[in-house]
């Protein structure tokens, strides 16, 4: 049974930092490439950044390039989500996601997700 836990969300003032984690089980976790997307209330979940599966390639979305960074440790079966200077608008539930061998940005691509956890940046 393949199963995500995300960990490290939490309640943060703007300007903050945050890291994420995801650890993995129940599957391969060095064939598969691994997301971060987020949620917020009343809208779509939205694709935050991706990671290859050997980690050499990553990708972000245009808000948090550049704030956020995405890394795995295959020892570990954990992908990160590493956090700098948050926003309000960062405020939303952050799922990781796998995906077999190869990233995408959309959500419907993944096979696998975590329960979620929620990060809440106040201004």
């Given amino acids: 049974q393949v199963q995500l836990v995300e960990s490290g969300g939490g309640l943060v003032q703007a300007g903050d930092s945050l890291r994420l984690s995801c650890a993995a089980s129940g599957l391969t976790f060095s064939r598969y490439a691994m997301g971060w997307?987020?949620?917020?209330?009343?809208?779509?979940?939205?694709?935050?950044?991706?990671?290859?599966?050997?980690?050499?390639?990553?990708?972000?979305?245009?808000?948090?390039?550049?704030?956020?960074?995405?890394?795995?440790?295959?020892?570990k079966n954990t992908v990160y989500l590493q956090m700098n200077s948050l926003k309000p608008e960062d405020t939303a539930v952050y799922y990781c996601a796998a995906r077999l061998r190869?990233?995408?940005?959309?959500?419907?691509?993944?096979?696998?997700?975590?329960?979620g956890t929620q990060v809440t940046v106040s201004s």
């Avoid at 995408?104 to 329960?115: A, E, I, K, L, V």
Wanted: proline share 4%.
């Fill in 37 to 75: 997307f987020r949620q917020a209330p009343g809208k779509e979940r939205e694709f935050v950044a991706a990671i290859s599966i050997s980690g050499d390639s990553t990708s972000y979305a245009g808000s948090v390039k550049g704030r956020f960074t995405i890394s795995r440790d295959n020892a």
């Fill in 102 to 115: 190869v990233t995408s940005s959309s959500p419907r691509n993944y096979d696998f997700w975590g329960q």
